[in-house]
């Protein structure tokens, strides 16, 4: 078929369909714009789950949607950021189920040294309102560390100067984990670095470093950029072990030295913040030995004379036990007479006390007792009678409350009620029934319709070989005889009658015809 048709009769213009003239658009814009670089202000950007991006690109009077597949986002160097001036480089291509145009990105870089600047301020901003840079988070660096984890390239040279001012220093053992410190691969390598080393279990077989050293020589921004990098500063700020970022000369700045624990302005004193100086360590044990022993010597000295001091000032034994000796003599002399006069004091308080308990008091309490009981015994009585006629009263005031004739009434009056809310409950129940016995014969009557038996009876008929459905003209070419079904029966043709039951499955798709 033409792109164009020829026009009817009585047309001035030809006819095409919508694909058509998608595709002819398509095929303009692609072969006028196959492949370009735009510059422009990053817009809208959204990354769903499938692992493509989508944004739009604009300046102040134009704006055109691009698209980031999931293998070319995966390589970029810079990840686009809404706001960002960038260079974009790609092909020009149509969306047909849109109608619109996009840009296919193949490679996204920041438009100058201003774009990038601007970003790196906009991810200090970010992450310092996070807390990330708070001094009150950063760990104090361990004296003397076991193991020291140094995330570097292995071939540069500053490994070397590393190790080697560690061992002018204070040999320690070393674990390096090379990494590349520039490009693309420079910021996920570092990142898995940091978190491979926080993964070591203490005591294992490779021992867990004590402190990691993050390194890179000099350079410029764009070589520095993979320190600059969101996912190498959350790594760096997540680390539970204390970090000492040393990426360029002293005024190259990046991300991670506002995260570490630790920035040191080189790697060489990245080393020298690590470890002491032995010599100087053990000249200052040495020097605190001695220290101690005076201080210690001296001490001995001055408690020992204090205490020879103090025992010239102490009277004798001897002079202390005079006074409570005398005193105890005192006393013991005045314990017997004390005794024989508190039991003479006893006698006399238990005879006064016995006097007044003669029988004839005794008598006397007793009878006025049984008098005031005999008095409150007349009483009892008629209390008695009163609180039981009061009882009687309220007991028959109830009785009359519950007569049999009320009960009755009460019982008559149930009764009914239960006799109206099962005839109610019945009638609902018929109505409920015959509403589902409607419903059953309608569901019956729209299977009988949607069955296949009732598009036979609409002429239609099915195709079977050998007991199997034949659904195309070359299995039927091929079979041996054919079985058709028609809505009175069925027919053989080409052989005998294959015996078989009535089916009521329907047929397959594509088997009627």
């Known amino acids: 078929m033409d792109l164009i048709d020829a026009p009817d009769d009585g047309l001035n213009s030809p006819e095409f369909t919508v694909t058509e003239l998608s595709g002819a658009i398509k095929r303009v814009i692609e ?38 597949w999931k293998g070319v986002s995966a390589r970029l160097q810079t990840q686009p950021e809404e706001g960002m001036e960038v260079v974009a480089t790609g092909r ?27 970003l790196l301020e906009k991810r200090k901003k970010m992450l310092e309102a996070e807390g990330l840079f708070d001094p009150a988070r950063k760990r104090a660096l361990p004296y003397l560390p076991e193991v020291i984890g140094v995330v570097t390239s292995p071939s540069g040279a500053v490994i070397r100067d590393i190790l080697h001012r560690l061992r002018d220093r204070f040999p320690r053992k070393v674990l390096i984990w090379p990494v590349a410190v520039q490009g693309e691969k420079c910021a996920p390598e570092v990142t898995r670095a940091i978190e ?33 990098e ?52 053990m000249a200052w044990l040495d020097g605190q030995d ?3 022993r005076q201080a210690l010597s001296q001490g001995l000295t001055r408690r020992d004379q204090r205490l020879r001091d103090m ?18 003599d005192m006393i013991g002399g005045r314990l017997g007479p004390a005794l024989i006069a508190g039991v003479q004091k006893r006698k006399l308080r238990l005879a006064d006390m016995s006097g007044s308990l003669r029988p004839a008091t005794l008598s006397r309490g007793v009878s006025v007792e049984q008098r005031r009981l005999r008095e409150l015994s007349g009483r009892l009585a008629p209390a008695l009678r009163r609180a039981m006629a009061v009882k009687e009263e309220q007991l028959a005031a109830q009785a009359r409350r519950f007569r049999p004739a009320t009960l009755q009434q009460d019982r008559d009056r149930k009764a009914r009620d239960f006799a109206r809310l099962v005839t109610r409950l019945s009638d609902a129940g018929q109505r409920n029934i015959a509403t589902w016995r409607s419903r ?8 009988r319709t949607l069955g296949y038996e009732a598009t036979l009876e609409r002429g239609f008929a099915v195709v079977r070989s050998a007991g199997e459905l034949v659904t195309d003209s070359k299995t039927a070419k091929s079979a041996p005889s054919l079985e058709i079904q028609f809505a009175d029966g069925r027919v053989t043709v080409g052989g005998k009658p294959t015996p078989r039951k009535a089916s009521s499955k329907p047929p397959k798709q594509g088997s009627l015809f």
Do not use: C
Request: glycine content about 10%; overall charge neutral; aromatic content about 4%.
């Open 31 to 68: 072969g006028e714009f196959g492949h370009v670089r735009i510059k422009g202000e990053v817009g809208r950007v959204s990354r769903p789950r499938s692992g493509h991006i989508y944004l739009d690109l604009k300046d102040d009077r134009a704006v055109i949607s691009g698209v980031i």
């Open 92 to 118: 020009v291509t149509t969306f047909g189920g849109q109608s619109k145009y996009q840009i296919v990105i193949e490679d996204i870089k920041p438009a100058g040294m201003g774009a990038l600047m601007a």
């Open 196 to 228: 491979g080393f926080n993964a070591m279990t203490p005591g294992g077989a490779l021992p867990r470093p004590d402190l990691l050293i993050v390194a890179r020589g000099g350079g410029s921004v764009e070589d520095l950029w993979g320190f600059n």
């Open 230 to 281: 969101e996912s190498v500063a959350r790594a760096a700020a997540a680390s539970d072990i204390p970090l000492i970022s040393a990426v360029g000369h002293e005024t190259d700045t990046t991300l991670i030295d506002y995260v570490s624990d630790k920035r040191a302005p080189t790697p060489t004193a990245a080393a020298e913040l690590a470890v002491p100086v032995r010599h100087e360590l």
């Open 290 to 292: 001695a220290r101690m």
């Open 311 to 328: 025992a010239r000032a102490l009277p004798r034994a001897e002079s202390l036990l005079e006074t409570p000796r005398q005193r105890l």
């Open 440 to 447: 059953i014969d309608a569901v019956e009557r729209l299977r």
